[in-house]
């Protein structure tokens, strides 16, 4: 998995196009190819190279682009999977607040292993309308490593509400963490559940703020 999340750093953060296909002006492909594109831009701006004091605007910047073209709400609802038909909507905001943070901490403290690779957009599935796969490789020198966003058409926008990389989903793999800690069999369980998830949740924001490159892996264990 921590190879997994090292790459999931990489191809989140950044890339670049090496051999796209064409694509539409509002499909998904050019939708990420531009997200992807505005964090390189932060990336590689003069202002922001070997100046700490500049780090906290920089990361500020970035997670402000990357908001911009990922589904934050689609993935927290796809990531808790059933149980989320019995959050109150309080509970639901709490939640995407809570897993967007987590996302940003743990992926945003390891935004210095970059080192240059690019991404190779191959190829965009429409899927029933209003879901799309956008099929990547990231080209890191030594091999080639497949990586397939899955997006959502909402407001006349795509979004990426997944990642999967060598066979392993974001989304999947947060999923199987939640279910253990969500035990469904009654209300008063399910409760009980909710209020341990948000507690861990808490606390491992906590502890990824206080020690950013703590991220080794993204379990909330």
Known sequence: MKRTLSILVIVVLLCLSAGAGFAAENSP???????????????????????????????????????????????????????????????????VSLFTNLLEQTYLGRVGEYSGE??????????????AQVDTRLLTGKQDIPVFYRMKLTDGEWDVYDV????????????TQFTGILDTTNDKTLEAGKKELFKRLEKKCAELKANPKAATDNGIE
Not at 30 to 39: A, E, P, Y
Not at 164 to 172: A, F, Q
């Open 29 to 95: 492909m050019v939708r990420l190819r531009s997200g992807i594109q505005g964090v390189i831009a932060i990336l590689n701006d003069p202002e922001y190279k070997g100046d700490p004091a500049m780090e906290a605007e920089k990361a500020h910047k970035i997670r402000e682009t990357i908001k911009d073209f990922f589904n934050f709400e689609e993935l927290s609802k796809r990531s808790v999977g059933r149980p989320w038909l019995k959050f109150t909507p309080e509970e639901k905001e709490r939640f």
């Open 118 to 131: 690019k991404v190779a957009f191959d190829k965009e599935t429409i899927i029933k309308g209003k879901y």
């Open 164 to 175: 999967k990389i060598e066979g392993v989903s974001l989304v999947k793999n947060y999923r």
